[in-house]
Every structure is written in C-alpha cells, then in structure tokens.
C-alpha cells in the first residue's frame, strides 16, 4: 500500500497509502543498519507504546488452526493460534544479510505488506526491498525469530499485495512502482512456486494494488488507479480496462465468476459482470472501502470500510448491505477462517485484530498485534494482511 504517483488524488486516499509506506521510509533510511522498529532477541519486538492505542483482550474461541498476520510497520509477522488468540511468536521477514561485510548481520529493514497463503508455504510482498519473501510455515521455530529457511525472490518495484493461482503453480505479484515520476514501472511479476523464481512479467502503465483470480484461474483481475485490469492468466495479455471505479483496491471473485471490487472514492462496491467486463450494479457501504473477502460459498462479502471504522456485510442475492459492524481503528485487512465461521479483521491505526462470528456478526474477541497483547502493544505495526489455515502453526 504505497503512496501514490499522481497528485491528484483524495488526501484520505493519500494519507492512508503513507501511513503504510512509512515503515519502508524509516527502514530505508537506516541503511542498511537496525532500526528501532526490530528488535533482535528471541523473547518479543517489544514496545514502549503510547497512550492512543486502545486496549484489546488478548483472547478468544475459535477453530483449530492458525493466522498468519503480515505487520508492516514492524517487519515482521504474528504467528497466533486461532483457537484462542494466543499470540505464539513474532517472525521477522525479508531481512537478508549486510552486503559485503563479511558477517552475517541482518538489514531490519522489510516492509511486509501483503501475504498469501498455499499449502504450508506463505508468501509475503516485501515492499521496503524489492522482493517476496517465502517461507514454510511447517518449519517455523518458536525458538527462532528469525523465519529458519527463507527464500527471497528479487521482483519488481515496491510490491504491495500477491495471490497464488488457484492450482498453485504460481505467485502474481502487483508491483506497486516508484512513487514519483511518470511513466509508471508498475507491472506484475510472475513466480513459479515449483523454482521460486521469476518467470515472466508483464508492464504496466500504472499502478497495480491488489490481484484476484476467476475460479478456474483462467482469467486475473488486478486494480489500479486506470480501473479493473482483465489479464489472461496462460498469455499474459490484458483483454479489458474496466474504468470509471473511483481509486479501486480491493477485489474479490465470487464462485459464480462474479467480481467485486472496492471503489474508494464513492463509499461503494463496484459488482462487474465477468462476461460483459462491465459494471453490472453498486453497492452503498462505508467511508474508504479498503479490502473484501468474499464467503466460500458466495453468499456473503465483507467489506472493511476503514473511515467508518466497519464492516459491512452484504448479501450476494440482492447486493445489499444486510448488516454493519462496528470496529473502531481504521479496519483495512479482513480474512475468513477455512470453516467460514469467523471473521478476522485488521486495524491500520489501532494494531488490533478483531475476530466476529459469522452466523451472528457479533464480536466474540480481539487481540493487539505484537508482543504480549499488553496495551500499545500493536502501535505502528499496522496489520496490512491476514491468512488463515487449519494447520497449527509449530508452538502453539
């Protein structure tokens, strides 16, 4: 979630995409060395806080499993047992060694925005540097901070979000591009997870923000500042430029085919017809819709509206707004567990993920990201993105 290259778009839009991109700013200016934002010891990235963050109860009940919680303001990511919150350990990610020391010191200085998930594999977009960190989940140590068995793979300019095809064989990755001067290097880098390399890569002349997929994974759906990009995923070509929706970024495929895509600018979501590449009708909801995750069943899409600090939940048979909930913090990231019964939602500026169940749409817990879940514990690590999985991560 960089800033933007134009300057003309919405300041809230603006100050959104900075609050995120700060975290890569303080690390890069660093250079090269560790900064305050990482701490390395085992025992926790603690926090001396401030007084502006709210207290969260460190619990909850849920399915057995795991969240993967990409913290970009901190470098790092939360392992947590969705069981009950418990927060397990506080990976570091992205963090590659100090060119030609001759040590192995570390560079504190990743900006892990988006995060994936297939299989036991997680990948995350390291904006700070340029590259997408893979992991294996399984392999995790509660022992070790440090992400044992990371490979980083060198993409393009400042990748914000990334999604895995449906059959696994690849990682799309939205280059964000540099954030002054025209044209844009934006573009989408093309991983195969069998080599974890860079396959291919297509240009852009704007922005890409976030990737979805059709259901066969024949088709890929990227927004950016132009509109909905419509890429076929076996040529790499762009077949549709949908415009006209108001600063999109997040977007979702419903099981159907049909796609739903946040348009900022106007509180709505934009539902577009994948066979006319059109939009087809709108949907009314909060300020600055961010992200949206759509039920497996596509009955359901939940929507953060961060500048409502809510949700809002809609139902696919009559693409109206059923319900609202409240969830103060400036809500941007929101994931379903596996078994669809709950709900996870990141807060940018609270550093609180709040957990809802699904059949009720009530709050049944929230933890702060960071260590301990002690007040202030989450200040300034801004939980950008969150996976979830039925497998246990190691420790819990």
Partial sequence: MAPRESSNWRPAWASRRVIIAAAAAIALAAGGTATGLAVHHPAGHGHAGSSKARLAAASCSGPAGAAYVAVAGYQAFDAVNTANCDLVQQYNVGDGEVPNTGTSDTNYDSTDEGVTMYGDTLYFADTGNDTVAVINAANLNVDNYSNPAETLIHVGFNPQDLAVTPDGSQVWVADTGPQTGQPSLGGISVISTATDTVTSRLSLPT??????????????????????????????????????????????????????????????????????????????????????????????????????????????????????????????????????????????????????????????????????????????????????????????
């Fill in 207 to 396: 922005d890409p923000r976030e990737i979805a997929f059709s259901p066969s994974g024949s088709t890929a759906y990227v927004t950016t500042s132009q509109g909905l990009y419509v890429i076929k995923t076996a040529t790499l070509k762009v077949v549709a430029v949908i415009p006209g929706l108001g600063n999109p970024e997040g977007v979702a495929v419903a099981p159907n085919g049909t796609v739903y895509v946040t348009n900022t600018v106007q509180s709505l979501v934009d539902v577009i017809s994948a066979a006319a590449n059109r939009v087809a009708r709108t949907i009314k909801v909060g300020q600055m819709p961010w992200q949206l995750v759509i039920s497996s069943d596509g009955s359901k899409v939940y929507v953060a509206d961060g500048d409502s600090n809510a949700i809002s939940v809609i139902a696919t048979a009559s693409d109206r707004v059923t319900d609202t909930m409240s969830d103060p913090g400036d809500p941007v990231s929101v994931a379903l567990t596996p078994d669809g019964s709950q709900l996870w939602v990141g807060g940018l500026t609270s550093g609180i993920v709040t957990v809802f169940d699904t059949s009720s749409d009530s709050l049944v817990g929230s933890f702060n990201v960071g260590y301990g879940g002690e007040a202030n514990a989450g200040d300034g690590e801004e939980p950008t993105g969150i996976v979830l999985t039925t497998t246990p991560t190691p420790g819990s």
